[in-house]
DNA sequence: GTGAAAGCGCTAACAA
DNA sequence: TTGTTAGCGCTTTCAC
């Protein structure tokens, strides 16, 4: 039982062995047309194949048919805790249908479109991207080149790719009418960058579940990024600005814990003096001082059904849906309490 | 300037439009052949090809050369946050280098051997793999199949494959050392799964640094995973087992949260009634409550230097060291204080 | 310094 | 149902 060394076994050599032709190995081995194979020869390749230990070049194939069920993913930051989670979902979607993943952090956006170029030549079958601006010329790109594309976390407005995002306004409306419903009137925004859809989108959704409930919105700052250090600088500014808040909607978990920094750097205690919300519920803000009350999205799933919608493209089955939106739900912990005026 | 449709330039084009032979174009295009070509043939060359917009077909290239560019890695969990700065570092070298990373979650580690074998199928150059169990199987076919391989973060103590770890026996010394200099004197261990060679050293580095001290271990419980419900219930079997230690030193992060659950729930405070230390610095450990003391990991690093070694060794450069061990830190917080008595 | 030609391993018309 | 044949796009030996 050695392993052959590398690269000893092709399939002339199981046609060899089965003593067939080396196209009847090929249908024999494609699940799609083996159905062409008698009984017989069927089960003589397979038992030549299985003995020699064969293995289809990929690349041979690759190279004949155009498709070389590979896909590549394009995340921000993979040290964002946001997309682990994602691209496992991503990475789940594509094992279970015999797909690799090619994953790149693009680390600045300028370099998107030479990674997509790169992948082109590949010849990946599609694309995930975790990273489109608003207005991205790198959508028109894609589908000028006519490749295959699906967008994941972010949405692209002018709807020229599907995507599989979370519902933003309605997290923002979850976190809202939490603080209201706890008494909260004075109520802030630290809102996330305006040039990326979710920015725009959470932002969008405070103030409508403020109007909705008569209320204005108290005071609003803008990270540069949605980092801890943004966070704390957007909480500065806020403070700095506007009479203090009784509570602020944070766009995400980091920025959340950027205000914890500036708020326990100026004594001011969460959530006696300020109630503060985050967004993603990542790993271990359940474990920070005070937990934080946030907002959590189906991460995998968001990863997985956007590989989903990719396969059904590549594959050419029809698209169920364009956009798909999923919900996310409200986490209440301890970083938000009761307000009795 | 339109972008022609898919696979419309090949190298034909190219030759066509320069008026060469395509074998020129070949090598003119080929960084390691230029040197071969006249200057003026050289130049109409790359005139023709970046007017056309010529990518070359990497599936072709790797069918006849055998080479594909991409390596695979393979992690056992990309959602654990020591992961995605190694994926990083990885990847970032690779991007320089000009290669793709194929990456997959091992979620079963009976699944990795059929995961090896596709990716040998789809041709990557190389592995680098965060999974080896101790006296892995796998190594032993990677090198049977003439795989070039690196370990990361995990060594292979029969040296069968390169690899670049963090030095764990270190990494408790210094937990140790630390604690010892502060007063603490009835010192535990919560130990790592004793099949991962990490959950070994480990251990092997508390017992020998307290050996170094003169003092005895005064107790120890072995997680079944690295996980912070693994490191609740060996607290909890710690505590029920022997009498209450000074100081637990924690074999990883998430282990240590684990303990912090299980003392609070007892009643317990941390770093009052026991000091806790904790390894790996993942993110927010600095803000939980009490911030962690723990060990600082130069992750980054780890996958970079591995997936420079691969490069080196699938290129052909000869291997400076077989093993690469990095210097881990401590960084100190409030999960643990001084004892006086 | 450049061209000619073969062939990497596979798939898919087409023929039988 | 199976075999024959051509060729995907590229690299590389060999010849000139």
Redesign the pocket.
Known sequence: MSTPSP?????????HAA????????????P??R????E???RVVEEAAQRLG??????????????TRTIGVLVPDITNAVFPPILQGIEASASARGYFVFVTNVVDHALARPIVERMM?QKVDGVVLAIATRDDPLLDFLRQAGMKAVLVNRADESGRLPAVVSDDRLAMKLAVDHLVGTGHRRIAHLAGPQDVPTGVARRQGVEQALRDRGLPLAAEAECDSYSREAGRRAMAQLLAQHDRPEAVVCCNDLVALGAYDELRARGLRVPQDISITGHNDMPLVDMVDPPLTTIRLPHRELGWRAAEMLFDEIEGRALSASTVVLRPELVVRESTCARTG
Chains 1, 2 share one sequence.
């Open positions: 690269q000893a076994v092709t399939i002339r050599d199981v046609a003593g067939v032709h080396v196209s009847t190995v090929s249908r024999a081995l494609n799609e047309r159905g062409l194979i008698s017989e020869v069927l064969y293995r289809p070049n990929r690349a041979a194939a690759a190279l004949r048919t155009g498709r030549a």
